[in-house]
C-alpha cells in the first residue's frame, strides 16, 4: 500500500490518495525519485491474439490462487486482476497499468496466457520465461493455478465487488494553494459500497481518462463521496476541478480499490505518517474509528512545508476527544521564520525524535513517494518489519505493517514452489566471493607496485575480520589451506541485482533497442514537430549536459574504483554500474546527435557551452569532477556517488524537472531516454550500494567505527550536494511549462535522501536543513 505516488497514493500515476495520475506533475513522470515510466516508456507488446479479444465475450476459463486455495472465473477478454476485483476477491495491485509490478505472481500450472502491453521493467522477459505475470495485464485462455507472491489473507477474503456509478458535484472547496475539497453525490445506482480507506475511480468529464482518489469520508446512507485532490499545473484532473468543475457536473465513477483499511479484531497501536494529499485516507479511517468507536490507541504525523499547507486542522481536533489516547503531530519542514511552536523538520525526522520502539505497533504511511520511502526505512528501524514486495500506486495511499508476533495475520511471501533456478544461481551456488579463499590455493595476483590484490586497506571502512594479519601467499600447491586463511565480513556482500555477464549484456542491449525502437517511432510519427522553441533549448543545453555527469561518473568513478573493492563480488557490482553510466552517457550522445538531425536549429554542440560556462551547471560539475579525485579510499567515492550526489542533484534534474516537463512543452520522447537512466539508479545502482554499505554500519565488530566515518562523509558531501543543486535552480524557469515549483523538487529530493540515511542506518545529518 503506498502515499500519493508511485509508492503510495500520494503523488504519482493511479495515486488514489489525492495526487493521482492525473494530478502528478504534467509530462508523464510519476514524481516520484524513484519513477516507474510513464506510458511512453519501454512497453513490450504482445497482441498474437488480439483478433480473439474482439470478440464481445470470451470463453470462461478457472483460475485457483494458492497457497490461500480461492477460485475465480475469467473471460478471455478480462484481465486476470480485474475479473478477481468484480468477484470480491481483493488481490495486491498497484497501477493497473503493467508499470509497477505489485501484482507480480508465478504462474504453477498452465501456459496459455496473452498480455495487454506492459513495460519490461515490471516483467522483465527472463522473468516472465521463469514463470512470473502481472495479473493486471494478463488474460487467461486456459484454466490455471496462480501463486501469489504478495497477499493479506485477511483482506483478499473481504474484498467488496466493483460497481459502476455515476455521481455529480456538490462542492469544490480550496483547503490549501494547492489541495481542494471535492465532494459528490452518488446520482446512480442507489449505493457504492466501499470501506474506509479505499479510494474510487473518476473519469475526468470531457475524455475517458480516469483519476483514482481515495475517499475522506466513511461510507453513509446519502451517497456523499469526500475526496482531497493535490492540483499540478497541467494536471488533467486538477485543472478541470479548478477551471471548469460547478455543482451539477456528472462523472462516471467506479469502485471500491485498495486495500487501505482497518484490519478487524487488533488491538495494537497505530502510528499514521502522512503529508499532503495523503491526509484524505488517513482522514476517512480516523473518522471510522471514531464513529465505530475503536479503542486502538493512534498517532498521526503529518508533514507540511508551512502552516499554511496544514489542512482538516479543525476536524482532527474535534475527532481527538473520541479517540483513544489519540495524538495528532502536525510538522512543518520549513518552519515558518519562527512562528511555529510545533513540531519541525522532516516528518521522518520527528518520527524519530518521538518514537523509540514501535515493535507490535501497526503502521500505515501515506504521502509523496520520497515521503514514504523515508517513513518506510525510519519504521523499520523503530521495530516495524517491512514486507517485500514494494506496493505501488493504487494502494490507496496506504502501506500497512501488521504486527510480526506469531498471533497477529502479516504478510506471506513464498518463493515460488516450482520456480525454475536461474542461471545465476545455477552459477555462484555455494561460491564464496572472497578473493582469498582462492589464493590461499598460491595462486599469485598483485598489482605492479607488489601489493596483492583485493587489498582491504584501500578504503577506511572496516568489516569484521580485517584486522586479523593475512598469511604470506605461496606458490601453487604451496599455498595455505583455505582453513588457515582469516575469514571477514566483506564476502558476506552479495550483490542482489544479480549481474555477471550474461545479465548485464542482455540488460543493457535490452534498454539500447527499446530506446532506439521508441526514438524511431517518434521519427516516424513527427513527434518532435511538437516541441516548442523554448524547450528545445532547454533540452540542447540542459539534457545533453547531463551526458558528461554520466561520463565521469561512469568512466572515472565507477571503472577507476572497480579494482579497488575487497572481494570479486564488489568489483562486480562496481563494473556493472559503471557500464550503465557510460551506456546512459552514450544514450544521450546519440539522442543529442538524433535531435540535431530531425529538428531544424537543434544546436547539437550547446551543451559544451553549456557545461563549460552556465552557472547552473558548475556545482554539479565542481562536486562530479571532486568525485574523480578521491584516489585513495573507494568506499568514500562510491558512497558519495550513489548515496548522497545521486539523490540530491541526479534524481532531482532527471525525474523532478526532466521527466515531469517534457510533455506539457510537447515532448513524450526525452522522459523514456531520462527515465532509462533514473531506472538504472533506482532499481539497481542504489540497490547494490545499500546492501553493501547498510551490513557495515551493523558491523559486529566496526559498526561504530564505520558510522561515525560515513556520517563525516555525509558531513562533508552533503553540503557540496545541496549546493550543487541550488545552483541548478535557474533551470526550472526555461521551459514554457513549468514543473512544480524547485523548493517542492527539492524537499521530495531531501525526503529520498532521508530514507536512504536510514536504510544505511545512519543518522540524518543536519546539514540536510540548509
Known amino acids: 500500500?503506498?502515499?500519493?505516488?508511485?509508492?503510495?497514493?500520494?503523488?504519482?500515476?493511479?495515486?488514489?490518495?489525492?495526487?493521482?495520475?492525473?494530478?502528478?506533475?504534467?509530462?508523464?513522470?510519476?514524481?516520484?525519485?524513484?519513477?516507474?515510466?510513464?506510458?511512453?516508456?519501454?512497453?513490450?507488446?504482445?497482441?498474437?491474439?488480439?483478433?480473439?479479444?474482439?470478440?464481445?465475450?470470451?470463453?470462461?476459463?478457472?483460475?485457483?490462487?494458492?497457497?490461500?486455495g480461492i477460485e475465480i472465473e475469467v473471460d478471455e477478454d478480462q484481465n486476470i486482476l480485474r475479473a478477481a476485483a468484480e468477484q470480491g476477491v481483493q488481490l495486491m495491485h498497484g497501477c493497473k497499468e503493467g508499470q509497477c509490478s505489485a501484482c507480480k505472481s508465478f504462474v504453477l500450472e498452465g501456459e496459455d496466457i496473452e498480455y495487454d502491453s506492459y513495460s519490461t521493467?515490471?516483467?522483465?522477459?527472463?522473468?516472465?520465461?521463469?514463470?512470473?505475470?502481472?495479473?493486471?495485464?494478463?488474460?487467461?485462455?486456459?484454466?490455471?493455478?496462480?501463486?501469489?507472491?504478495?497477499?493479506?489473507?485477511?483482506?483478499?477474503?473481504?474484498?467488496?465487488?466493483?460497481?459502476?456509478?455515476?455521481?455529480?458535484?456538490?462542492?469544490?472547496?480550496?483547503?490549501?494553494?494547492?489541495?481542494?475539497?471535492?465532494?459528490?453525490?452518488?446520482?446512480?445506482?442507489?449505493?457504492?459500497?466501499?470501506?474506509?480507506?479505499?479510494?474510487?475511480?473518476?473519469?475526468?468529464?470531457?475524455?475517458?481518462?480516469?483519476?483514482?482518489?481515495?475517499?475522506?469520508?466513511?461510507?453513509?446512507?446519502?451517497?456523499?463521496?469526500?475526496?482531497?485532490?493535490?492540483?499540478?499545473?497541467?494536471?488533467l484532473f486538477g485543472t478541470w476541478l479548478d477551471e471548469k468543475a460547478a455543482p451539477g457536473d456528472r462523472l462516471d465513477v467506479e469502485a471500491p480499490f485498495g486495500t487501505f483499511t482497518l484490519r478487524q479484531n487488533r488491538s495494537s497501536p497505530i502510528v499514521f505518517v502522512g503529508g499532503g494529499a495523503g491526509m484524505a485516507p488517513v482522514l476517512g479511517l480516523l473518522r471510522a474509528m471514531a464513529d465505530g468507536g475503536v479503542e486502538r490507541r493512534a498517532t498521526f504525523y503529518y508533514g507540511a512545508?508551512?502552516?499554511?499547507?496544514?489542512?482538516?486542522?479543525?476536524?482532527?481536533?474535534?475527532?481527538?476527544?473520541?479517540?483513544?489516547?489519540?495524538?495528532?503531530?502536525?510538522?512543518?519542514?520549513?518552519?515558518?521564520?519562527?512562528?511555529?511552536?510545533?513540531?519541525?523538520?522532516?516528518?521522518?525526522?520527528?518520527?524519530?525524535?518521538?518514537?523509540?520502539?514501535?515493535?507490535?505497533?501497526d503502521a500505515y504511511v501515506c504521502g509523496p513517494p520520497p515521503m514514504v520511502d523515508a517513513a518506510i526505512a525510519t519504521l523499520t528501524q523503530l521495530g516495524r518489519s517491512v514486507p517485500k514486495p514494494v506496493f505501488t500506486d493504487a494502494e490507496a495511499g496506504a502501506r500497512e505493517f501488521p504486527d510480526s508476533s506469531s498471533s497477529a495475520r502479516h504478510y506471506n511471501y513464498y518463493t515460488p514452489a516450482k520456480r525454475k533456478q536461474t542461471l545465476y544461481e545455477d552459477t555462484t551456488v555455494e561460491v564464496q566471493p572472497d578473493p582469498r579463499h582462492y589464493l590461499a590455493q598460491g595462486w599469485i595476483y598483485g598489482f605492479a607496485n607488489g601489493e596483492g590484490g583485493y587489498p582491504l586497506h584501500w578504503t577506511k571502512l572496516k568489516a569484521w575480520g580485517v584486522d586479523e594479519p593475512e598469511p604470506q601467499r605461496g606458490i601453487g600447491t604451496g599455498g595455505m589451506h583455505v582453513k588457515n586463511w582469516p575469514a571477514h565480513g566483506w564476502h558476506e556482500f552479495r550483490d542482489p541485482n544479480e549481474?555477471?555477464?550474461?545479465?548485464?549484456?542482455?540488460?543493457?542491449?535490452?534498454?539500447?533497442?527499446?530506446?532506439?525502437q521508441n526514438i524511431e517511432n517518434a521519427r516516424n510519427a513527427k513527434a518532435f514537430e511538437l516541441w516548442n522553441s523554448n524547450w528545445i533549448r532547454f533540452v540542447e543545453r540542459n539534457v545533453g549536459a547531463w551526458m558528461h555527469i554520466?561520463?565521469?561518473?561512469?568512466?572515472?568513478?565507477?571503472?577507476?574504483?572497480?579494482?579497488?573493492?575487497?572481494?570479486?563480488?564488489?568489483?562486480?557490482a562496481l563494473a556493472a554500474n559503471s557500464t550503465r553510466k557510460i551506456r546512459f552517457a552514450q544514450d544521450l550522445a546519440l539522442y543529442n546527435l538524433t535531435l540535431s538531425e530531425e529538428i531544424d536549429g537543434f544546436?547539437?554542440?550547446?551543451?559544451?557551452?553549456?557545461?563549460?560556462?552556465?552557472?547552473?551547471?558548475?556545482?554539479?560539475?565542481?562536486?562530479?569532477?571532486?568525485?574523480?579525485?578521491?584516489?585513495?579510499?573507494?568506499?568514500?567515492?562510491?558512497?558519495?556517488?550513489?548515496?548522497?550526489?545521486?539523490?540530491?542533484?541526479?534524481?532531482?534534474?532527471?525525474?523532478?524537472?526532466?521527466?515531469?516537463?517534457?510533455?506539457?512543452?510537447?515532448?513524450?520522447?526525452?522522459?523514456?531516454?531520462?527515465?532509462?537512466?533514473?531506472?538504472?539508479?533506482?532499481?539497481?545502482?542504489?540497490?547494490?550500494?545499500?546492501?553493501?554499505?547498510?551490513?557495515?554500519?551493523?558491523?559486529?565488530?566496526?559498526?561504530?567505527?564505520?558510522?561515525s566515518l560515513m556520517g563525516g562523509w555525509l558531513r562533508t558531501y552533503v553540503p557540496q550536494a545541496l549546493e550543487a543543486a541550488r545552483t541548478m535552480q535557474p533551470?526550472?524557469?526555461?521551459?514554457?511549462?513549468?514543473?512544480?515549483?524547485?523548493?517542492?523538487?527539492?524537499?521530495?529530493?531531501?525526503?529520498?535522501?532521508?530514507g536512504i540515511c536510514s536504510d544505511l542506518g545512519l543518522d540524518v545529518p543536519e546539514e540536510l536543513k540548509q
Not at 554520466?550 to 562486480?572: D, K, Q
Not at 533551470?731 to 532521508?754: G, V
Open 550 to 572: 554520466e561520463h565521469i561518473l561512469g568512466l572515472y568513478v565507477f571503472a577507476s574504483n572497480e579494482r579497488s573493492a575487497p572481494t570479486n563480488m564488489h568489483n562486480t
Open 1 to 68: 500500500m503506498t502515499g500519493p505516488s508511485p509508492r503510495g497514493p500520494a503523488g504519482g500515476s493511479s495515486s488514489p490518495a489525492g495526487s493521482p495520475r492525473d494530478s502528478r506533475p504534467p509530462g508523464g513522470a510519476r514524481g516520484d525519485a524513484c519513477p516507474r515510466l510513464s506510458d511512453w516508456s519501454f512497453f513490450s507488446r504482445h497482441s498474437s491474439r488480439q483478433e480473439r479479444w474482439s470478440a464481445l465475450v470470451g470463453d470462461k476459463h478457472v483460475v485457483r490462487f494458492e497457497p490461500v
Open 731 to 754: 533551470m526550472w524557469s526555461q521551459s514554457d511549462s513549468k514543473p512544480p515549483t524547485f523548493e517542492d523538487s527539492l524537499d521530495r529530493a531531501k525526503n529520498r535522501f532521508a
Open 121 to 235: 521493467f515490471a516483467l522483465p522477459d527472463y522473468e516472465k520465461e521463469e514463470g512470473h505475470t502481472l495479473l493486471c495485464r494478463a488474460h487467461a485462455y486456459e484454466d490455471l493455478v496462480i501463486e501469489l507472491t504478495n497477499y493479506d489473507e485477511e483482506i483478499i477474503r473481504s474484498g467488496l465487488p466493483l460497481t459502476k456509478g455515476v455521481v455529480e458535484v456538490v462542492s469544490v472547496e480550496a483547503v490549501t494553494h494547492d489541495m481542494r475539497h471535492l465532494t459528490v453525490k452518488l446520482v446512480e445506482p442507489s449505493e457504492i459500497k466501499f470501506f474506509p480507506g479505499q479510494y474510487m475511480d473518476l473519469v475526468c468529464p470531457g475524455t475517458e481518462e480516469s483519476r483514482s482518489f481515495s475517499m475522506a469520508n466513511t461510507p453513509n446512507r446519502d451517497g456523499t463521496y469526500e475526496f482531497v485532490i493535490k492540483v499540478y499545473p497541467g494536471g
Open 499 to 516: 549481474e555477471w555477464e550474461q545479465s548485464l549484456y542482455r540488460y543493457n542491449a535490452n534498454v539500447v533497442r527499446q530506446l532506439t
Open 603 to 707: 544546436d547539437g554542440a550547446a551543451h559544451l557551452d553549456a557545461w563549460d560556462n552556465a552557472p547552473e551547471w558548475q556545482g554539479a560539475r565542481k562536486f562530479t569532477e571532486a568525485l574523480t579525485a578521491v584516489q585513495d579510499d573507494w568506499g568514500e567515492a562510491i558512497f558519495a556517488a550513489n548515496c548522497v550526489f545521486e539523490p540530491l542533484v541526479g534524481e532531482l534534474f532527471r525525474s523532478n524537472l526532466v521527466m515531469q516537463s517534457a510533455a506539457t512543452n510537447g515532448d513524450y520522447v526525452t522522459p523514456t531516454v531520462m527515465g532509462a537512466g533514473e531506472y538504472d539508479y533506482a532499481q539497481r545502482d542504489l540497490r547494490w550500494s545499500i546492501a553493501c554499505f547498510a551490513p557495515l554500519t551493523q558491523d559486529r565488530e566496526f559498526a561504530e567505527h564505520n558510522r
Open 305 to 361: 512545508r508551512t502552516a499554511a499547507d496544514l489542512c482538516f486542522e479543525k476536524e482532527i481536533a474535534e475527532l481527538a476527544p473520541q479517540l483513544n489516547g489519540f495524538r495528532y503531530v502536525p510538522a512543518l519542514s520549513d518552519g515558518d521564520g519562527g512562528d511555529w511552536a510545533g513540531e519541525t523538520g522532516l516528518i521522518t525526522e520527528v518520527v524519530r525524535r518521538n518514537e523509540s520502539d514501535l515493535k507490535g505497533a
